[in-house]
């Protein structure tokens, strides 16, 4: 027995199910939202945005994405963006990084990083951020999700999996 407590879970298979009377499990055809793509290519040389990563913040009410976008020569930069509704995204003007002359844009990192971000709900360790510099992997943290610091302990193994973060917390 697998103890979930109240948070919310979320089915698609039968892992922690015990035990099915009177229920079915339906799945229905995935239907995109008729604003499609919902976050479009906004700089001049940006060739592509790809592996968007959402959270929600129930303190701010508000969703936030990290996402990698490519560029004609090939460099990745990591982007943010924000909403209320996970559909209408806002990208902030940060200047934090140079991209074809001008800090004004929406990237939280420059060359070379890709993100893969994992939120901490807990008071004061909010969110964490794998990223790849050339063939390493490191990890960022960020009270804010725009403004990262090194973390030094207890980083991930692959892209998408950092430890240090609690399973329930």
Known sequence: VIEVGSLKQLFVDDCIVAQM???RRV???V???PANPILRKAYSGEQG???????YDPLE?????????L???GKENCGYACSRDAVTWHRPSLGLVEYAGNPANNYVLGDGHFASVACDPRPGRRSFL?????VGLS???SLDGIHWTPHTSRTGDLRNTTYGLPANP
Do not use: N, S
């Open 61 to 69: 009410k508000k969703f936030h994405m990290w996402y990698r976008a």
């Open 139 to 141: 990890t960022l943290e």
């Open 31 to 33: 239907q995109k939202h």
């Open 71 to 73: 560029d004609a020569e």
């Open 130 to 134: 794998a990223f790849r510099a050339g």
């Open 27 to 29: 799945q229905h055809q």
């Open 49 to 55: 945005i790809t592996d968007p990563q959402v959270a």
């Open 21 to 23: 009377e009177g229920v």
